[in-house]
Each structure stands twice: as structure tokens, then as C-alpha cells.
């Protein structure tokens, strides 16, 4: 992923989404492309139209925060878009490319986030940013038993929701489910660009899985830190789950995800439910290396 092509494409992308109307700006007569030209958008942000179009083709040399924050203000950007901004800009400027270490698929846990793990009473997982995940608790592991069972290996949410036919069965919403992941994945390679693991993933996935690919050309980001989940569970049928993700300040890149059912409801039942199913050892899904010990204390 190139930090100068990506950069050019996003702006390209976000402009052709605002309309003059939505701008505060008159539209006459009928328009060649869709959103704004380039000349608006270097208009509302209080720069030249040469600057501008420099930026749109991918060279942010010298661009300050204070020039990023007016293109954004003029792009509408949400918090997620002006983040990604400013992070593909600081990587197509960067002289010396910025690596940074990012988490392997087999990259130990620490003990004491397996305590924490075992002591969170709600399914609970641990991934890293490039949707591998790499432990979980036991009512966790139970939740995503068709994720831990796939062929797909290691167990990766992306590879999973892209390219196991069950993704479509265990997500019902699973096309919602599938952008939100790409949009997360797009965030991800924007803070990280040349983290070649990542790289390789979306490229196996833009290979194997049209929807992917197409998803992925639209340039959208989002934050995946708080949601709802509908799942279709193979033992105790369907789920609502509101989900939370932290990052572990300690830990180069990890995310832990827990899962809760609203009091009193449906989804409360068969979540104390798969809670049963999974106390039973031999009922749980096989263990795999990359979510070795996931279970210990």
C-alpha cells in the first residue's frame, strides 16, 4: 500500500461524496463529476487550488494540522475519516518510512490478560489489528465457535467473514457486518501502511472475494469500538450483542472485545444458555495453536 496513492484516493473518494447543496455552496447547470470540484474544495479550506491539487495527487510535503483540519472541515470528514487523513498524510510525507511493530498471529499473551480474560463473566476476545484473533475466554471461544472451527486458519474475522460460506449463516446482517470490518481494516493499513503481514491479508482477500475488493476500492473508514452484533448461533440460535473494544495500552496493537446481552431479553437467554453448553469440555470447539491457553488462568 502505497502512502502517496492511498492519500490521493481517499481525497478523491471523500470529495465526490459531498454535494455543493451540503457545502453551502450554489450549484449551476449540470456537473461533470459528482461532489465538489477541486476548486471548491480548495475554496472552503482556505488554501490555493495548485496546494490543493498537490495534496490530491498525493504529495503532502509540508502540509501542517492546521491545513489537514480545514480540507477535513471542508470534506465533512467524521472523527474516523479525519484521523485516516492525517495519517496517510504523515506516511506520504515521511522521508524515512515509518515502520511500526504491529502483532504477529503468534504473538504470545501475557499472562495477566489471560486473568482478565477468565475474569470477565460475558464472552471476551483478543485480536490484533489485522483481525487475528488471538485469545479468548471460554464463553468467548463458544461465541465464535464458527470462526475457531473454520478451514480459514489462523482465525482471522476477515478471512472468516470473506471467505467461509458460514460467515453468511452466523452473521445476519452480514453484509453490514463485511463493510464495517473493510471500513476497520482501511483505519488499521492507514495507521500502518507498510506493515507487510496486513498487506498480504488484504491482498489475499481482494484475490479470493469480489465483495471484498469492491468494498475495499471505496476508501471508507470507520472506528470499531462499539456496536451491535446480530449472530446466528449454531447451538442456541439468534444473538443481539452490544460489544465494546479497548486497546491494551501495553500490548503493541491488541483489542479486547467483550460481548453483553440487554437484561431480560431473548438474547440474555441463550447467552446464559451457550454459557451451559460451553461449562461442558467436550462440547467446546477443538483447540487450534493460535488460541493456545486462551482458556488458562
Same mark, same amino acid.
Given at each position: 500500500?502505497?502512502?502517496?496513492?492511498?492519500?490521493?484516493?481517499?481525497?478523491?473518494?471523500?470529495?465526490?461524496k459531498?454535494?455543493?447543496?451540503q457545502?453551502?455552496?450554489?450549484?449551476?447547470?449540470?456537473?461533470?463529476?459528482p461532489g465538489?470540484?477541486?476548486?471548491?474544495?480548495?475554496?472552503?479550506?482556505g488554501?490555493?487550488?495548485?496546494?490543493?491539487?498537490?495534496?490530491?495527487?498525493?504529495?503532502a510535503?509540508?502540509?501542517?494540522?492546521?491545513?489537514?483540519?480545514?480540507?477535513?472541515?471542508?470534506?465533512?470528514?467524521?472523527d474516523?475519516?479525519?484521523?485516516? =487523513?492525517? +495519517? $496517510?498524510?504523515r506516511?506520504? #510525507?515521511a522521508?524515512?518510512?515509518?515502520? !511500526?511493530?504491529?502483532?504477529? /498471529?503468534?504473538?504470545?499473551i501475557?499472562?495477566?490478560?489471560?486473568?482478565?480474560?477468565?475474569?470477565?463473566?460475558?464472552?471476551?476476545?483478543?485480536?490484533n489489528?489485522?483481525?487475528?484473533?488471538?485469545?479468548?475466554?471460554?464463553?468467548?471461544?463458544?461465541?465464535?465457535?464458527p470462526?475457531?472451527?473454520?478451514?480459514?486458519?489462523?482465525?482471522?474475522?476477515?478471512?472468516?467473514?470473506f471467505?467461509?460460506?458460514?460467515?453468511?449463516?452466523?452473521?445476519?446482517?452480514?453484509?453490514?457486518?463485511?463493510?464495517?470490518?473493510?471500513?476497520?481494516?482501511?483505519?488499521?493499513a492507514?495507521?500502518?501502511?507498510?506493515?507487510r503481514? =496486513?498487506? +498480504? $491479508?488484504?491482498?489475499?482477500? #481482494?484475490?479470493?472475494?469480489?465483495?471484498? !475488493?469492491?468494498w475495499?476500492? /471505496?476508501?471508507?473508514?470507520?472506528?470499531?469500538?462499539?456496536?451491535?452484533?446480530?449472530?446466528?448461533?449454531?447451538?442456541?440460535?439468534?444473538?443481539?450483542?452490544?460489544?465494546?473494544?479497548?486497546e491494551?495500552?501495553?500490548?503493541?496493537?491488541l483489542?479486547?472485545?467483550v460481548?453483553?446481552?440487554?437484561?431480560g431479553?431473548?438474547?440474555?437467554?441463550?447467552?446464559?444458555?451457550?454459557?451451559?453448553?460451553?461449562?461442558?469440555?467436550?462440547q467446546?470447539?477443538?483447540?487450534?495453536?493460535?488460541?493456545?491457553?486462551?482458556?488458562?488462568?
Amino acid at each position: 500500500m502505497e502512502p502517496a496513492s492511498e492519500l490521493s484516493q481517499f481525497l478523491t473518494s471523500r470529495r465526490a461524496k459531498v454535494t455543493p447543496e451540503q457545502a453551502g455552496l450554489p450549484s449551476y447547470g449540470q456537473r461533470r463529476v459528482p461532489g465538489l470540484r477541486r476548486e471548491e474544495v480548495a475554496s472552503l479550506a482556505g488554501v490555493s487550488v495548485e496546494y490543493y491539487k498537490r495534496l490530491e495527487r498525493g504529495n503532502a510535503t509540508g502540509a501542517s494540522d492546521q491545513v489537514l483540519a480545514a480540507i477535513a472541515d471542508a470534506l465533512r470528514l467524521d472523527d474516523a475519516e479525519r484521523a485516516h =487523513l492525517f +495519517d $496517510l498524510a504523515r506516511a506520504a #510525507s515521511a522521508i524515512t518510512p515509518q515502520r !511500526r511493530r504491529t502483532g504477529s /498471529a503468534s504473538q504470545p499473551i501475557r499472562p495477566a490478560v489471560h486473568r482478565i480474560l477468565e475474569s470477565i463473566d460475558a464472552p471476551a476476545t483478543v485480536s490484533n489489528m489485522r483481525c487475528d484473533y488471538l485469545a479468548a475466554n471460554v464463553l468467548g471461544r463458544a461465541l465464535y465457535a464458527p470462526l475457531f472451527d473454520s478451514r480459514e486458519r489462523p482465525p482471522n474475522s476477515a478471512r472468516f467473514t470473506f471467505l467461509d460460506p458460514a460467515a453468511q449463516e452466523f452473521f445476519i446482517e452480514w453484509e453490514k457486518a463485511a463493510k464495517d470490518l473493510v471500513a476497520a481494516l482501511r483505519q488499521m493499513a492507514g495507521r500502518n501502511p507498510y506493515d507487510r503481514a =496486513l498487506s +498480504d $491479508l488484504v491482498g489475499e482477500l #481482494s484475490t479470493r472475494s469480489d465483495a471484498f !475488493r469492491v468494498w475495499w476500492a /471505496a476508501h471508507n473508514v470507520r472506528y470499531h469500538q462499539t456496536g451491535t452484533k446480530r449472530l446466528h448461533h449454531p447451538v442456541v440460535g439468534e444473538l443481539e450483542l452490544s460489544y465494546e473494544v479497548m486497546e491494551l495500552a501495553a500490548d503493541t496493537d491488541l483489542r479486547l472485545a467483550v460481548f453483553t446481552a440487554e437484561p431480560g431479553t431473548r438474547s440474555e437467554e441463550a447467552l446464559n444458555l451457550l454459557a451451559s453448553w460451553a461449562a461442558t469440555p467436550d462440547q467446546l470447539p477443538g483447540e487450534h495453536p493460535a488460541t493456545d491457553g486462551a482458556g488458562r488462568g
